[in-house]
């Protein structure tokens, strides 16, 4: 029994010594020998990292609660966070940086829908970026990392990072109602956990190829397994004009659906008579073979595309009606009407902060009295110090309150 114990750790021995050498690794009398390329694509990668982690943010609520993650986008600093990690906050809400140092920041932009927020740091001009890069690059099996602040770990503000593939593309997660809807999503095996949501998944060139919010967790658990989903970088690309101009955002339905017939074509099965594809020529049993420029094979891909578009685009569709190939350039429809959108993301927003419905009436608001109702300042806690009174390199740590409130009021 000895003997074959001996004999199996023997070969476990020389098989991993033989997969060592195969990476490169070099033995001999004296010392470990490393391929020199190997080194390098090490080094590349720990400067990627270093990089990337000086733009990932770790975001909280007022209070010093929450817990979530986000990248910053722009020096003036815009950052990419998830819509319900913003929502727990507010509009009001703290960023850290991995040098240590909190910002105040507060909300610019937001698609419930696509469970994308865009928020903007204070403070500075010259804020550390991570760019955007196409995702429609993106492949599966090449290496990606994502950073973070998984279970509120980085009690410095440095983000945890961890590596992993690409495992799958162009997937769908169904959203929670009409919110929340994951369309052509990037799948990875990075670990994803919560406290991650908001933050970047990486390649490894330090660009952001998407933004991070679900996971797939193992049963009464919240740990991971391994499978997690990021918004593309180009579905965020799509909408970052309308959220940089501070508005709540939506995405696209055609109001029509397809179905796959059975020879396997992709073909019209209801369609509205009051959208605009109808106006522009589209009719039931209609073959769809391409929208906004992208080929479409299956439904799930329809669904896909649509779902990373914005509501009012013009896209070109493309579809074959006896045998004769035409292009329709379609008007989106939204998912949800204004009211409807307003009512969701309301119903969501923590107790104590107005609706966007409000924010947009408050730069026309008369003042408060302060017989009806306490400022701001008097609701503080008076025990707070003031940031004034505290020495330059502690300041940093008080919310500013009033910067804040004057943002979002001149908006």
Known sequence: MMRLVTTSIARCTWSALC??????????????????????AQQQRVTAMRRASAATISIFGL???????????????????????????????????????MYDAVIVGIDATGDVSLIRLLG??????APLAD??????????????????????????VSLGIVSGVNRYQYPAGTLLEYADCIQTDAAINPGNSGGPL??????????????????????????????????????????RSGRLVDHATMGATVSTDSTGRIVVSNILSSSDAYRRGLRYGDEVLELADREVRTTNMFKNILGTLPRDWR????????????TLLVRLDGVHSEKELLDLVSGEMPA????????????????????????????????APEADTLPPELRHLIPNTKLAQSMLESR
């Not at 990419?80 to 940086?97: E, F, I, K, Q, W």
């Not at 679900?214 to 919240?222: A, I, L």
């Not at 896209?315 to 035409?326: A, D, G, M, S, Y």
């Open 124 to 129: 500075r001009d010259d804020f550390p970026t």
């Open 19 to 40: 997969m060592l050498n195969a990476a490169g690794v070099v033995f001999s009398a004296d010392r470990l020998d490393v391929d020199a390329q190997v080194l390098q």
């Open 135 to 160: 995702s429609s690059q993106v492949r599966v099996g090449q290496w990606c990392f994502a950073a973070g602040n998984p279970f509120v770990l980085a009690t410095n503000l440095q983000p945890s």
């Open 352 to 383: 104590g902060h107005p609706t966007p419905e409000q924010r947009k009436e408050r730069p026309g608001d008369t003042p408060e009295s302060p017989d009806n109702q306490p400022s701001r300042e008097s609701a503080a806690d008076p025990a």
């Open 315 to 326: 896209v070109p569709l493309v579809i074959r009606r006896n045998r004769e190939t035409r």
């Open 202 to 243: 990486f390649n490894l060139q330090g660009q952001v190829i998407g933004i991070n919010g679900r996971c797939s967790f193992e049963k009464r658990s919240r740990i991971n397994v391994g499978v997690g989903y990021a918004i593309s970088s180009n579905q965020v690309k799509y909408f970052m004009g309308v959220l």
């Open 63 to 101: 209070d010093g609660g929450g817990g979530g993650s986000g990248v910053i986008v722009s020096p003036d600093g815009y950052a990419l966070t998830n819509y319900h990690v913003s929502s727990a906050c507010g509009d009001h809400m703290r960023c850290g940086l991995n040098d240590g140092r």
